[in-house]
């Protein structure tokens, strides 16, 4: 039976989403799989955490009032965390916002991105490759390429190689049907 000094730390994880159903489901997930998880339903009270206590990675949903889709309010709460702490990992969970919101916070910042309903193993993997990785910190660089149609084309390709070209495999993980995959594909000519 393993020591106390031999039982490896646990992974701290903040999640800022505002329905308790969506926190209640991440905690079952992640403490099954090593995380402690310390949930906020409201900017404040994640603010309020993260000046507590310093996490292994925060998950972010990017809506927090019923019936908004812009991502408006998470990105600009990711913003402001990454100005206070750029090496945090930062993984977007994000249901309704889509693609073009996601791709926003990964030019700002986030690492990664998971969409609702997600996967487990999905949602795992996001988080322990965030943690893993140290975060891009933005030198003074030059403009980036803020050309969405080219993001979302690079998306594609990584989700397409992510998955060994398996198109349903692929869609899920962007969160779209294998009809609309294709269609964007074809958009794209890949």
Same mark, same amino acid.
């Given at each position: %039976?393993? #020591?106390?000094?031999?039982?490896?730390?646990?992974?701290?994880?903040?999640?800022?989403?505002? &329905?308790?159903?969506?926190?209640? =489901?991440?905690?079952?997930?992640?403490? $099954?799989?090593?995380?402690?998880?310390?949930?906020?339903?409201?900017?404040? +009270?994640?603010?309020?955490?993260?000046?507590?206590?310093?996490?292994?990675?925060?998950?972010? &949903?990017?809506?927090?009032? $019923?019936?908004?889709?812009?991502?408006?309010?998470? /990105?600009?709460?990711?913003?402001?965390? /990454?100005? @206070?702490?750029? *090496?945090?990992?930062?993984?977007?969970?994000?249901? *309704?916002?889509? %693609? #073009?919101?996601?791709?926003?916070? %990964?030019?700002?910042?986030?690492?990664?991105?998971?969409? @609702?309903?997600?996967?487990?193993?999905?949602?795992?993997?996001?988080?322990?490759?965030?943690? +893993?990785?140290?975060? $891009?910190?933005?030198?003074?660089?030059?403009?980036? &390429?803020?050309? /969405?149609?080219?993001? +979302?084309?690079?998306?594609? @390709? =990584?989700?397409?190689?992510?998955?060994?070209?398996?198109?349903?495999?692929?869609?899920?993980?962007?969160?779209?049907?294998?009809?609309?995959?294709?269609?964007?594909?074809?958009?794209?000519?890949?």
């Amino acid at each position: %039976m393993p #020591s106390e000094a031999e039982t490896p730390p646990l992974t701290r994880a903040v999640f800022l989403d505002d &329905d308790p159903d969506i926190l209640a =489901a991440a905690e079952l997930v992640l403490t $099954r799989q090593g995380f402690t998880l310390r949930s906020a339903q409201s900017p404040d +009270e994640a603010r309020a955490l993260l000046e507590s206590e310093t996490p292994d990675v925060l998950l972010l &949903d990017l809506n927090y009032r $019923r019936g908004d889709t812009s991502g408006e309010a998470g /990105l600009a709460f990711l913003q402001e965390q /990454l100005n @206070k702490t750029p *090496h945090l990992p930062v993984v977007v969970v994000t249901g *309704h916002s889509g %693609m #073009s919101i996601a791709i926003q916070a %990964m030019r700002l910042g986030a690492q990664d991105f998971v969409v @609702k309903p997600w996967n487990n193993e999905r949602l795992v993997a996001a988080l322990r490759a965030a943690i +893993e990785t140290p975060p $891009r910190v933005p030198a003074d660089l030059p403009p980036q &390429d803020l050309n /969405l149609e080219r993001s +979302e084309r690079e998306l594609i @390709k =990584a989700a397409l190689s992510r998955h060994q070209f398996n198109i349903s495999h692929a869609a899920k993980d962007l969160g779209l049907t294998r009809a609309a995959l294709y269609r964007r594909m074809e958009k794209h000519g890949l």
